[in-house]
């Protein structure tokens, strides 16, 4: 099996900025892609960010303050948030794609007053 472990979130007022890692272990042969996804209370799952090769993709709301990597050596992905927004605000997973089978972390808390 494929374990992530996320780690980075907290309380932090608008304006502000995150760094958000997940760390992957496990049965790791060949990484398709990686991503960060969130959830607001209430709404679903969304895609924020996600790595595919050297290609990237974010959701329109956080292009230009968002900005998602990832260190192959250590099968790390990660995120880094800046101009957090109240609106940002969510538990945001970490999402391995291998061989057709997608993995997901426990979430971490992201918080962002106004």
């Known amino acids: 099996q494929v374990q992530l472990v996320e780690s980075g979130g907290g309380l932090v007022q608008a304006g502000g900025s995150l760094r958000l890692s997940c760390a992957a272990s496990?049965?790791?042969?060949?990484?398709?892609?990686m991503g960060w996804y969130r959830q607001a209370p209430g709404n679903q799952r969304e895609l924020v960010a996600r790595?595919?090769?050297?290609?990237?993709n974010y959701a329109d709301s956080v292009k230009g303050r968002f900005t998602i990597s990832r260190d192959n050596a250590k099968n790390t992905v990660y995120l880094q948030m800046n101009s957090l927004k109240p609106e940002d605000t969510a538990v945001y997973y970490c999402?391995?794609?291998?061989?057709?089978?997608?993995?997901w972390g426990q979430g971490t808390q992201v918080t962002v007053s106004s």
């Open positions: 496990g049965r790791i042969f060949s990484i398709n892609a």
């Open positions: 790595i595919t090769g050297g290609s990237t």
């Open positions: 999402k391995l794609d291998q061989n057709y089978s997608g993995y």
